[in-house]
C-alpha cells in the first residue's frame, strides 16, 4: 500500500474521512445493540432497549472521527515542511473524545426485569434503579392521532419523585401486559391521561 501512494498518506485519510461521515447514519444502528448485548444481556430482562441518545452520541463520535482527521488533514495542509513526518497529534487529542462520546452512548438504555424498571440515561455514571414496589403511579398518556385516540407512552413515576418514560412502541407493545402484570402483583396504581396532539 504504502509503495502505491508513496509517502502521501491524504488519500487514505481522505478515505476514512468519508467512511466515517457515511458510516455515521449506519454505525449507531448496528454497533449499538452489538455492544450493548455484549455488555448488558442478560436472560432476565423481560424488556431491553437502548435510549435515543445512544444512537445520537454514536452518531456524533462517528462524525468526531470524521472531524479529527479533517483537522488533522487542515494542519499537515497549512505547516511548513510538509514531506517531513509528523506525529498524529488530532488522533492523540481526539480519539480519547471520540472513545468517551461512543461509551457514553453504549451506556444509554433502560429494561425490565422481575426486579423492576432499570433505566441509564446520556452523561450519567449510575444506572437508576426503579423496583416495583418503589414505583407510585405508573400514567398511560394517550393522545388522538387520525381521530382515533391511541396509547403514545407509559410515564413511570418512582415514589422518590424520579421517573422515566416509556414510549408505547411496537416493540414495547408485545411485552405490555407482562410489565402489567408485575404492577398489579406489586399494588402499583395505573391512570390514563388524555393529551390533545400538537398542532
Known amino acids: 500500500m504504502k509503495a502505491m501512494i508513496g509517502q502521501d498518506t491524504k488519500p487514505i485519510k481522505v478515505g476514512m474521512m468519508v467512511i466515517f461521515i457515511i458510516g455515521s447514519f449506519f454505525f449507531p444502528l448496528f454497533l449499538v445493540i452489538f455492544f450493548q448485548d455484549i455488555f448488558f444481556f442478560s436472560r432476565d430482562h423481560i424488556y431491553f432497549q437502548p435510549l435515543l441518545s445512544a444512537y445520537v452520541l454514536f452518531f456524533a463520535g462517528s462524525m468526531l472521527m470524521a472531524g479529527t482527521i479533517l483537522l488533522d488533514l487542515l494542519y499537515n495542509s ?23 462520546t461512543c461509551i457514553l452512548g453504549i451506556n444509554s438504555y433502560f429494561y425490565f426485569d422481575p426486579k423492576g424498571l432499570h433505566f441509564n440515561e446520556a452523561f450519567t455514571l449510575e444506572r437508576t434503579d426503579m423496583e416495583w414496589s418503589d414505583m407510585k403511579e405508573v400514567i398511560k398518556v394517550t393522545t388522538r392521532e387520525n381521530n382515533t385516540v391511541t396509547l403514545k407512552e407509559h410515564e413511570f413515576i418512582g415514589k422518590d419523585g424520579s421517573h422515566f418514560t416509556v414510549q408505547n412502541d ?28 400538537e398542532e
Open 78 to 100: 497549512r505547516r511548513e515542511h510538509k514531506n517531513l513526518k509528523h506525529r498524529p497529534w488530532m488522533f492523540f487529542l481526539g480519539l480519547p473524545a471520540v472513545i468517551l
Open 170 to 197: 411496537r416493540d414495547f407493545f408485545d411485552y405490555r401486559n407482562k410489565i402489567y402484570a408485575y404492577l398489579e402483583a406489586a399494588d402499583v396504581p395505573m391512570r390514563t391521561v388524555f393529551i390533545e396532539p
